[in-house]
Nanobody, 122 residues
Framework: HVQLVESGGGSVQSGGSLRLSCAASRYTSQYFCMAWFRQAPGKEREGVASIGGNGVISYADSVKGRFTIAKDSTKNTFYLQMNSLKPEDTALYYC?????????????????WGQGTQVTVS
């Protein structure tokens, strides 16, 4: 019954910034792995960043130094701050979660997905 809802997408020029939000309802436990994915037309879904309930964060090499993942425990919301955006960042961005563990792992099974929010960089 957990629901993830993304927001904050839009259209920006190269070098601009956006902050994506992922609100997680009906689940306030620390046992989670939350990740941001993106998918562009004709390409495989790509992992962007992840954060576990233990606070450990990881980033894809393509976004390291430009994107920041964070959480607001009070609001039960996750964020992806995207700076220095490039046209190749254009994609549909999803948040996803594995529940029941407080860390992210290579074998994570993301059973909960948001509806996606479009990011377009021109």
């Amino acid at each position: 019954h957990v629901q993830l809802v993304e927001s904050g997408g839009g259209s920006v020029q190269s070098g601009g910034s956006l902050r994506l939000s992922c609100a997680a309802s009906r689940y306030t436990s620390q046992y989670f792995c939350m990740a941001w994915f993106r998918q562009a037309p004709g390409k495989e879904r790509e992992g962007v960043a992840s954060i576990g309930g233990n606070g450990v964060i990881s980033y894809a090499d393509s976004v390291k130094g430009r994107f920041t993942i964070a959480k607001d425990s009070t609001k039960n919301t996750f964020y992806l701050q995207m700076n220095s955006l490039k046209p190749e960042d254009t994609a549909l961005y999803y948040c996803a979660a594995e529940l029941g563990i407080n860390y992210c792992r290579a074998t994570s099974q993301f059973g909960v997905w948001g509806q996606g929010t479009q990011v377009t960089v021109s």
